[in-house]
């Protein structure tokens, strides 16, 4: 059984920046993706973005494309959130996930095995 630990929210001002990490444990490690969603008080999670676990390419949600980048360090099971110009409706609980495509676009339903979200708010 794979866990997922996300780590690296907290409080930033608006034009800031965090960086998450998400370390893998358990098995022997090796899914087709890894991505991130995220939840804001009183919305449906959304998905933020994903990448591929072997080739590293990255596909973002459009509200972050441009400002968010996602990376992996395969030899440390890890996977990383850059995010930079953070806007307050950046504001959630982020949580990373293991993911394999259903159809042409990534949506949260694609996602399993779910972290237990890290917070991050940035205030205007």
């Known amino acids: 059984q794979v866990q997922l630990v996300e780590s690296g929210g907290g409080l930033v001002q608006a034009g800031g920046s965090l960086r998450l990490s998400c370390a893998a444990s358990?098995?022997?490690?090796?899914?087709?993706?890894m991505g991130w969603c995220r939840q804001a008080p009183g919305k449906e999670r959304e998905f933020v973005g994903v990448?591929?676990?072997?080739?590293?390419?990255?596909y973002y949600a459009d509200s972050v494309k441009g400002r968010f980048t996602i990376s992996r360090d395969n030899a440390k099971n890890t996977m990383y959130l850059q995010m930079n110009s953070l806007k307050p409706e950046d504001t959630a609980v982020y949580y990373c996930?293991?993911?394999?495509?259903?159809?042409?676009?990534?949506?949260?339903?694609?996602?399993?095995?779910w972290g237990q979200g890290t917070q991050v708010t940035v205030s205007s």
């Open positions: 990448i591929t676990w072997r080739s590293a390419r990255a």
């Open positions: 358990g098995r022997t490690f090796s899914p087709f993706a």
């Open positions: 996930a293991i993911g394999r495509p259903s159809g042409s676009t990534w949506k949260v339903s694609d996602f399993g095995s």
